[in-house]
């Protein structure tokens, strides 16, 4: 057997077949996935980012590079395609981990977003 046969034979992981963002199901559906994988501690903000970008993937929208992402964490509204944003925030834990939030709508859902921090920031 030669090495790739053996590798198409141990490839295991099944096709992903991309979504569209058709409708506003699309959308609950991808901030559905980005509860459950922003549910967990990151060590660092690069790989909170990275569990971001591979959610988005699937529903074949990305976001740009950020290659200056803060330790101390920050607050961020990305374009994507279709009209739609993606509001990411991210901050340090006391036990050295990064909590992630992220969720993807319209321009209004954005602007309540950020004013939502606001007023807990104010409290």
């Known amino acids: 057997m ?11 992981q099944p096709e992903v077949e991309l979504v569209e963002m058709a409708d506003d199901s699309s959308v609950v559906e991808v901030n ?6 922003m549910d967990k501690p ?10 971001v970008r591979k959610v988005l993937q699937y529903f074949s929208m ?5 290659y200056d992402l ?5 607050e ?10 993606i509001y990411i ?5 006391d036990e050295g981990y990064y909590e992630f939030y992220a ?7 954005m602007n309540e977003l950020m004013s939502d921090e606001g007023e807990d920031e104010e409290e």
């Open 42 to 51: 990151f060590t660092t903000p690069q790989s909170g980012i990275l569990a």
């Open 70 to 74: 803060n330790i101390e964490g920050d």
């Open 89 to 93: 925030i991210y901050g340090p834990t």
């Open 62 to 66: 990305g976001i740009p590079a950020l």
């Open 32 to 37: 559905r996935i980005l509860e459950t994988e």
């Open 2 to 12: 030669r090495f790739s046969q053996y590798l198409k034979a141990i490839d295991t």
């Open 103 to 109: 969720e993807v709508g319209d321009e209004e859902t």
């Open 76 to 85: 961020v509204v990305l374009d994507l395609d279709n009209g739609l944003s």
